[in-house]
């Protein structure tokens, strides 16, 4: 069974850093792309971004009210996406989703975790 | 643009036929993938793809495109369709995601 869990959320201060990890279990984790997509409280889903596998170049996007504070990266021998998060701000509370693409079927976010909760308040 | 655009809430009697929209020009290039998403649960893909329906999505969940404009039909839509329905594509760079900004779908 193709399972994501996402661990690492709580409460931080705005300014500060937090890493989230998302762990994979049922498929090749190498071989595909992961994304990382946010909802904040009472709102709806927004696109944070996403790691290439490394056939692809291992390469990043990001969305740009994430970009530069935002670093997502990828530990193929573990299994393991994470999320990088500097510069925290108020806005950016959320429950962030790890994702993959294109595991069950092709070219979509096809498997989600249950999410982990970023809150930063002071 | 990068933008998507859905209604934020649509209704239907049970057992109707309901349609749910998503507008924006990178629709044109791209497909929309469709996720559903109930009270305090991670969304569920439910459409991608021209239309294709991931397994144990029942075939009463359809899509179509056309235009600038992707489509979500629920032919005989039941209690349990209740939820948020969130279109999602990419932006028009081809490298960045977008979700539309989600529709509160109510079964009467």
């Known amino acids: 069974e193709v399972q994501l869990v996402e661990s690492g959320g709580g409460l931080v201060q705005p300014g500060r850093s937090l890493r989230l990890s998302c762990t994979a279990s049922?498929?090749?984790?190498?071989?595909?792309?992961m994304s990382w997509v946010r909802q904040a409280p009472g709102k709806g889903l927004e696109w944070v971004g996403f790691?290439?596998?490394?056939?692809?170049?291992?390469?990043?996007e990001y969305a740009a009210s994430v970009k530069g504070r935002f670093t997502i990266s990828r530990d193929d021998s573990k299994s393991i996406a994470y999320l990088q998060m500097n510069s925290l701000k108020t806005e950016d509370t959320a429950v962030y989703y790890c994702t993959s693409l294109g595991v069950v079927v092709p070219a979509a976010m096809d498997v989600w975790g249950k999410g982990t909760t970023v809150t930063v308040s002071s | 643009s990068s933008e998507l655009t859905q209604d934020p809430a649509v209704s239907v009697a049970l057992g109707q036929t309901v349609r749910i929209t998503c507008q924006g020009d990178?629709?044109?290039?791209?497909?929309a993938s469709w996720y559903q998403q109930k009270p305090g649960q991670a969304p569920v893909l439910v459409i991608y793809?021209?239309?294709n329906r991931p397994s144990g999505i029942p075939d009463r969940f359809s899509g179509s495109s056309s235009g600038n404009t992707a489509s979500l039909t629920i032919t005989g839509a039941q209690a349990e369709d209740e939820a948020d329905y969130y279109c999602?594509?990419?932006?028009?760079?081809?490298?960045?995601?977008?979700f539309g900004g989600g529709t509160k779908l109510t079964v009467l």
């Open positions: 049922g498929f090749t984790f190498g071989d595909y792309a």
């Open positions: 999602n594509s990419r932006d028009s760079s081809g490298n960045h995601g977008v």
């Open positions: 990178s629709l044109r290039s791209y497909y």
């Open positions: 793809g021209k239309n």
């Open positions: 790691i290439r596998s490394k056939a692809y170049g291992g390469t990043t």
